[in-house]
């Protein structure tokens, strides 16, 4: 039975608001680089299992082979490795409230590498979502002088928003050349783990495992759940409603990630905090409404 699409979209909201929280659980002993790589590898194996199950072929020519992994470096590697640092400085959903920059930055990539036009509306919600992130994140970075893990934390979750806004760019390009479904999502995100094992291996970090219940569920939530189930309903509602109508999933899940953030991490909610949390969704409401008359 075909699922309907609010329910793709709660589900996407419901998966990726949970993950950032998730994502704490696997810090600790085992490196953040293999963390991602044990994330992603799994991730592809099983995709590639189910496509093998399901009679899909996952022959791909060289030129695709290449573009899968340049997707996994950037979406299903580099970018979380960041997320994994910035997570070990900062609570979960003030990560979480720094992804929401990543729908602003993508209007300008599309401009910049697709000739895609950047209206007045929209460049003014991208300054209104930007600012609403510098006051979400104001208070933290206030607290500098005695700790420097908020600058450390921030710096990261910088890096993860440029690196996977480059991915979903890249995304885009596939997509326009008809390089999307189940085998190439398997691809890029086995790339992914792969190059995030070699990373690790370069960087000198051991390929340890925690078996501890808390490491070993996140990682089956995060590569089953959060991965591949989250992609497939994404990819489905992308399909049925288009990609700016799908991208308000981005302007939901930080909401619901700094709740979970407060609930579990007991996060301090702050005057600041929530007006830049609604100058953020805000701005992001204004840079994907659609202009009248348009589907």
Known sequence: MA???LSLFAACVAIWSTTWLAITFQLGAVPPEVSVAWRFMLAGLVAGAWCVARRIPLRLAP???LAMAMM???MYSAGYVCVYYAEGHLASGLVAVGFSAAPLLSMFGLRLFFGQPVTARMAMGSLAGIAGIVLVFWPELGRLSNNHDAGTGATFTLLAVLVST???LLAHRNHRRALHGLPFMAWSMAYGGLFSFGLAMALGRT??????????????YLAL???IAAFACWLTLIGRIGPARASYVGVMVPVAALVISMLF???EWNPLMVAGMLVSVAGNILVLRNPAGTA
Do not use: K
């Open 72 to 74: 996994g470096v950037t």
């Open 265 to 267: 991490e007991h996060l």
């Open 3 to 5: 699922i309907n699409t």
């Open 225 to 227: 759940v959060g991965s």
């Open 166 to 168: 480059a991915g979903g």
């Open 63 to 65: 030129a695709e082979h």
């Open 207 to 220: 390929a340890t495992f925690d078996a501890s219940p808390g490491y070993v569920l996140s990682l089956l």
